[in-house]
């Protein structure tokens, strides 16, 4: 994910920032592709030139894309991976965790998470979460849902600020998009229950604007729990 804009800066750009980098990681443009001119993606996106710059600005500190004068603004190919680290060696693999043991996991992790989320939140943060739930609002597929759900709980995660937090979310994440997660998820999804989803999603984010700790807690737990339920088959 990228890194925010700075504080202080326009929440447009912020929001913008969140939007290029989803269009960047699902592949809109491949690597070492040229992005479309500045006077192009601010007519695409209703911004200012300035506004898509510090946009840019962000995407570039993060290593997603690249900006040469005169040239334009190219996709990054993906650096090499890491070595593991001692926190990711210590996990379990990935591949031996099943749906449940993930739901479970995130029980643990994620209704503290957003509560340091709550306390730590910058005005980026916030617009980068805005931008992903307005995304799970307009989505209309279960896939289009299930990218924007995932962008918004990485959100949280990036919002405490704490890098150890940031990866044990991300490796829970990364269960997800196995083919058994998404079975179980397809299994469930019903416009009812995607509208019982997004209005938990509401309440997470409104918490997070009022800076309500408890509130945001409780409902992050009570949307984990109706996953689980609906994962289970109840």
């Given at each position: ?8 800066e326009s ?8 939007l ?21 993606l ?17 995407l ?7 900006r ?10 993906a650096?090499?991976p ?5 926190l990711e060696?210590a996990?379990l693999e990935e591949a031996?965790?099943s ?5 479970e996991c ?8 957003i ?49 150890a937090?940031?990866g ?10 196995r083919?058994d ?27 997070l604007?009022?800076r ?15 996953i ?7």
């Amino acid at each position: 994910m990228v890194d925010p804009v700075k504080a202080g800066e326009s929440p447009g750009a912020a929001r913008l920032q969140a939007l290029l980098e989803q269009a960047l990681l699902a592949g809109t443009w491949p690597e070492g592709a040229r992005l479309p001119t500045e006077r192009a993606l601010s007519a695409t996106y209703g911004v200012a030139r300035n506004t898509l710059r510090r946009a840019l600005d962000g995407l570039e500190r993060a290593g997603l894309v690249e900006r040469h004068v005169g040239r334009g603004t190219f996709r990054r190919a993906a650096p090499a991976p890491d070595a593991p680290t001692a926190l990711e060696e210590a996990a379990l693999e990935e591949a031996a965790l099943s749906p449940a043991a993930v739901m479970e996991c995130r029980l643990l992790l994620e209704p503290e998470l957003i509560g340091l989320a709550v306390l730590r939140a910058t005005p980026a943060d916030l617009a980068r979460i805005e931008a992903c739930l307005h995304g799970t609002d307009e989505a209309t597929t279960l896939a289009a849902f299930e990218q924007w759900d995932a962008a918004l709980h990485d959100a949280f995660a990036l919002a405490t600020h704490n890098a150890a937090v940031i990866g044990m979310s991300r490796s829970l994440a990364r269960v997800r998009r196995r083919s058994d997660w998404g079975q179980l998820k397809a299994r469930g999804d019903t416009p009812a229950h995607r509208a019982r989803l997004q209005a938990q999603h509401h309440e997470m984010v409104e918490a997070l604007r009022r800076r309500d700790r408890d509130r945001a807690r409780q409902a992050m737990r009570a949307h984990l729990l109706l996953i689980q339920a609906v994962m289970a088959g109840e």
